[in-house]
């Protein structure tokens, strides 16, 4: 797993283009329309309620929390992102919702149970270096019945892909026997790529009751070169196949499916 010093000097790297992709890129767009109808279905209904963004970068969901009326704790390790992040706050007039700490979600200076909701976003959770600690320090700064929300990398995603790239069966064997077989480089950091059900496990053994579950992006990935190019160039085209999305997400069944997982647990006690 990257390292915190990796880490930092990833997204130190990419802060200021970071949230430039969303607003060029067909498909991140969808992929943050879908994840932001996901967050607010989970989000406390009180409003008074403190939120936690772990590893929230640039504001990308702080903010949108923050205008719904919600206190909102941007957590991130990349000073460079908390920068763009500070200045968007400002601009938007969110400066007295959203207080902005720098660190390391493995290890924090919060309060136990501080917060009612937390939110772990992106690739956050897989660039951990240590995820097991990090569960673990989210469980601490949770309220009992409090929520965590996250999302992983599927490792079955890449299956295909992963299949053919390895030579002799040995690795492929490999491959199914050992979990963290599959990490993916990502610009000199490394990420983790998860089974759905590695995942669930270690959030149960971390003391949380898994809520639901649900595939993220099923569709954009199965789509014809063809169809790609007229969903990036047409309009009618990408919000048809939103909806699309939009219908994977209400089967669990096909989180197997999904480039990411989105997964909703409790901390029962």
């Known amino acids: 797993m990257s390292t915190p010093e ?33 967050i607010r279905r989970h989000l406390p209904t009180d409003q008074n309620c403190r939120i936690l963004d772990a590893g929230g970068g640039t504001g990308k969901w702080a903010i949108p929390m923050a205008r719904l009326g919600y206190r909102v704790t941007l957590l991130d390790i990349s000073a460079k992102m908390l920068r763009i992040a500070e200045k968007k706050i400002v601009v938007q007039g969110l400066k007295h919702l959203i207080d902005i700490r720098e660190g390391n979600m493995e290890e924090t200076d919060f309060p136990s149970q501080f917060f009612d909701f937390i939110l772990c976003e992106g690739d956050a959770i897989g660039l951990t270096q240590h995820p097991v600690k990090a569960l673990s320090e989210f469980r601490r700064i949770l309220k ?17 892909l992963m299949i053919q790239r390895i030579k002799n069966i040995e690795d492929v064997e490999k491959y199914f026997k050992e979990p963290t077989y599959g990490r993916e480089p990502l610009q000199g950091a490394m990420y983790q790529v998860w089974r759905p059900e590695e995942t669930l496990k270690l959030l149960r053994d971390a003391g949380f009751k898994i809520g639901t579950y649900a595939p993220r992006m099923v569709l954009v990935d199965l789509l014809s070169e063809e169809l790609v190019k007229a969903m990036k ?17 209400q089967h669990p069944v096909l989180a197997a499916l999904g480039g990411h997982i989105m997964i909703v647990a409790r901390k029962i006690s």
């Open 144 to 160: 009992v019945n409090g929520l965590v929300s996250m999302n992983i990398c599927n490792h079955y995603k890449l299956f295909p």
């Open 6 to 38: 990796e880490i930092q000097a990833y997204y130190d790297q990419v802060a200021d283009t970071y949230d430039e992709r969303a607003t060029s890129n067909p498909y991140i767009k969808m992929l943050d329309s879908l994840t932001w109808k996901w």
């Open 233 to 249: 160039s047409d309009e009618e085209i990408l919000r048809r196949v939103q909806q699309l999305e939009e219908k994977f997400i």
